[in-house]
T-cell receptor
Framework: KNEVEQSPQNLTAQEGEFITINCSYSVGISALHWLQQHPGGGIVSLFM???GKKKHGRLIATINIQEKHSSLHITASHPRDSAVYICAVTPPIIQGAQKLVFGQGTRLTINP | DARVTQTPRHKVTEMGQEVTMRCQPI?????VFWYRQTMMQGLELLAYFRNRAPLDDSGMPKDRFSAEMPDATLATLKIQPSEPRDSAVYFCASLYRGLINYGYTFGSGTRLTVV
């Protein structure tokens, strides 16, 4: 079983829909990260969370430490949001540098 | 914007050849990571450095892979000899550590194809 599990693996929606991508993890963490990767492109860090909720534009990320679960929401989705969204966690700092442990990614396609 | 620069962007090579990938981290970022991305395995950590010293290379096949950071502006990942199963996208990332926060910046990746 992977330490970081994402669902769904693939998601197709129409422009304007509200999108939710889920991430569950089974290890202790110091932080959880949401990353975005466009087709053929590099990886961009969207959020780093250790508690609560963060918002940036139409993107909202939440984390529940007790339940070891995080969600990434996209409001008013747009075709340019089509990308792979990757959840990653970093172990507690006492265990070394903040290396990332990744989920398998969620491929999001937003149709016009 | 400061960025992590990786070269080359694409590399096609024949099996058995040596491959060298380079990464220029952001100045002041003292931790540098090498990750590999494949369709089957997703993203995996190969090795990382802090203040140029190797901290962990347990994710790297040591018989053919080597990672070095000869100075603060250059990290290298070498594969010798390369094999078709090494075909993947290799990402370098550097880590900024502030007093209360930290963040990653990824390079654009090197897409390696070994034929």
């Amino acid at each position: 079983k992977n330490e970081v599990e994402q669902s769904p693996q693939n998601l197709t929606a129409q422009e304007g829909e509200f999108i939710t991508i889920n991430c569950s993890y089974s290890v202790g963490i110091s932080a959880l990260h949401w990353l975005q990767q466009h087709p053929g492109g590099g990886i961009v860090s969207l959020f780093m969370l250790s508690s609560g909720k963060k918002k940036h534009g139409r993107l909202i990320a939440t984390i529940n430490i007790q339940e070891k679960h995080s969600s990434l929401h996209i409001t008013a989705s747009h075709p340019r949001d089509s990308a792979v969204y990757i959840c990653a966690v970093t172990p507690p700092i006492i265990q070394g540098a903040q290396k990332l442990v990744f989920g398998q990614g969620t491929r999001l396609t937003i149709n016009p | 914007d400061a960025r992590v620069t990786q070269t080359p962007r694409h590399k096609v090579t024949e099996m058995g050849q040596e491959v060298t990938m380079r990464c220029q981290p952001i100045l002041g970022h003292n931790t540098v990571f090498w990750y590999r991305q494949t369709m089957m395995q997703g993203l995996e950590l190969l090795a990382y450095f802090r203040n140029r010293a190797p901290l962990d290379d347990s994710g790297m096949p040591k018989d053919r892979f080597s990672a070095e950071m000869p100075d603060a502006t250059l990290a290298t990942l070498k594969i010798q000899p390369s094999e078709p199963r090494d075909s993947a996208v290799y990402f370098c990332a550097s880590l900024y550590r502030g007093l209360i926060n930290y963040g990653y910046t990824f390079g654009s990746g090197t897409r390696l194809t070994v034929v």
